[in-house]
Structures are given as C-alpha cells and as structure tokens.
Nanobody, 127 residues
C-alpha cells in the first residue's frame, strides 16, 4: 500500500508563490508511477492540475495553470513537487497528490484513474 503525504500549503497573497511537496512511502515502485496533483475548491468537484510520468520530461497541465505551475519529481527521494507562481485567488483549494500505478498508459487527468491519494494540503490565496 502506498501512502502519500502532502506539505507546503498555506496562506499567500495574490501574485505570490508556494511549493507543494508530496512524499510517497510504503509498497510499490514510486519511480514508475505517474504522479499527479489535483485540487478541490469549496463546493466544487476535484479537478486535475498537473501530472508527471516517471521521467520528468513528460508532463501535463490544466490550461488554467499552464505557465504558472511546474510539476517535477525526485525519484531518489520518492517526492513530487508542485511549484506555483503568480498565484490567483481562484487557485484557492485543497491540493491533493495522487499516484497512478498503471505504468503504460498516457497521463491520466480523471480522478478515477488514480489509485492512491494523499490527505491534501490547503492553499489559500488572499490579500
């Protein structure tokens, strides 16, 4: 069983930056999983933000965060990161890390295609 623990959330002013981290532990081969970040704002459905295949060269982003967010991973540390810049109030949400253990398919953007989830970390963008 894979456990995912997110950190790095907090309160930031519009235009500010944050870096989220997600550490994986337990069974499985982290380096082969596709790792994703999703977010869920109050009263809304959970939505895809970004994902990265085992190699940092293959990534995918939601249109709403392209050019502002960067996903990366360090397989030696079993950690995936989400660097967020130019944050907007509409980025306010609980951010979740997720792992897709299906190694051979393209990057998934649907929540039901991810096998493991973290508990989430709150990001609030407000002045």
């Amino acid at each position: 069983q894979v456990q995912l623990v997110e950190s790095g959330g907090g309160l930031v002013q519009p235009g500010g930056s944050l870096r989220l981290s997600c550490v994986a532990s337990g069974g499985g081969t982290f380096s082969r999983y596709t790792m994703g970040w999703f977010r869920q704002a109050t009263g809304k459905e959970r939505e895809f933000v970004a994902a990265v295949r085992w190699s940092n060269s293959i990534t995918k982003y939601a249109d709403s965060v392209k050019g502002r967010f960067t996903i990366s991973r360090d397989n030696g540390k079993n950690t995936v990161y989400l660097q967020m810049i130019s944050l907007k109030p509409e980025d306010t949400a609980v951010y979740y890390c997720a792992a897709d253990a299906s190694v051979y398919r393209p990057i998934a953007t649907s929540t039901n295609e991810y096998d493991y989830w973290g508990q989430g970390t709150q990001v609030t963008v407000s002045s």
